[in-house]
């Protein structure tokens, strides 16, 4: 993980893509350093707010220096960011975090998902996965009808939806495209609400798959400082020796075997 640092970075563009949710490109020169499942810290213009709003990473367009967000309106920090436009600059702290271990997919049977804001950061990780070769098949979860992100996931690879609602793809939830769809899996690599993760969880160790569990949901000011996100461990953390891991600090990936959600 490279060396976090807080710069200024200029707004390329924003819209709304779904409600509550906004897409926005920064002009960065942190864009070469982002990888699948790591994140920035997003400073607000308020000087009373001293820590960053913790954002995953929906793409990295290295050759033009920007990062791509996705993000949904939960607060007054991004309800703020949601009314910033063009030519805007902003305080951005990065690289944050571990991502995905791109490296341990390549070759097998991949399957990413999605469960609603965890939706963003597969954009990265199917670009990863496909440009070394690995075309992986992508579950999108989504309450409604409103599949925001699929047609970028589908430059990358198969996408099946879940609705909650039934009026777009496999009615309910990922697990049920799994069974619905007859998807087989070396590695399951997965970003969500926090019963999504925990079922994904079970799932792969019944089957015996290997899953990778993005945990960012949990996350609060993504530096370590509040300890707001600390998970239980199956090993004991080596300075601390507790079985207690910082979500945003130690992760937000981690090894689903490794971890207690």
């Given at each position: 993980m490279s060396?976090?640092?807080?710069?200024?970075?200029?707004?390329?563009?924003?819209?709304?893509?779904?409600?509550?949710?906004?897409?926005?490109?920064?002009?960065?020169?942190?864009?070469?350093?982002?990888?699948?499942?790591q994140f920035i810290g997003v400073y607000t213009k308020d000087a009373s707010r001293l820590l960053p709003r913790p954002i995953s990473i929906c793409q990295a367009d290295k050759e033009k220096g920007a990062i791509r967000i996705v993000y949904r309106t939960?607060?007054?920090?991004?309800?703020?960011?949601?009314?910033?436009?063009?030519?805007?600059?902003?305080?951005i702290l990065g690289i944050l975090g571990n991502g995905f271990p791109v490296d341990r997919a390549v070759g097998k049977r991949v399957v990413l998902m999605g469960g609603g804001i965890g939706i963003p950061p597969m954009v990265q990780l199917?670009?990863?996965?496909?440009?070394?070769?690995?075309?992986?098949?992508?579950?999108?979860?989504?309450?409604?009808?409103?599949?925001?992100?699929?047609?970028?996931?589908?430059?990358?690879?198969?996408?099946l939806a879940a609705t909650e609602d039934g009026s777009a793809g496999?009615?309910?939830?990922?697990?049920?495209?799994?069974?619905?769809?007859?998807?087989?899996?070396?590695?399951?690599?997965?970003?969500?609400?926090?019963p999504m993760l925990r079922a994904i969880k079970s799932y792969a160790a019944k089957k015996q798959i290997t899953a990778y569990l993005s945990l960012e949901e949990r996350m609060a000011c993504g530096v370590g400082a509040c300890l707001g996100c600390v998970c239980r461990t199956v090993h004991k953390d080596h300075h601390s020796h507790v079985n207690n891991a910082r979500i945003?600090?130690?992760?937000?990936?981690?090894?689903?075997g490794e971890v207690d959600i």
């Open positions: 060396e976090k640092r807080k710069v200024k970075a200029k707004v390329l563009s924003q819209k709304m893509i779904a409600p509550d949710i906004y897409d926005m490109w920064l002009s960065t020169e942190l864009a070469g350093e982002a990888g699948a499942g939960a607060g007054a920090g991004t309800e703020e960011f949601s009314g910033w436009q063009p030519g805007d600059t902003a305080d199917a670009a990863e996965l496909a440009g070394a070769g690995t075309e992986p098949v992508i579950i999108a979860g989504y309450r409604d009808s409103i599949l925001f992100l699929k047609e970028d996931l589908e430059k990358f690879g198969k996408v496999t009615k309910g939830n990922v697990l049920n495209v799994m069974e619905d769809k007859h998807v087989e899996a070396d590695i399951i690599m997965a970003c969500g609400p926090m945003c600090t130690d992760g937000p990936v981690f090894d689903a």
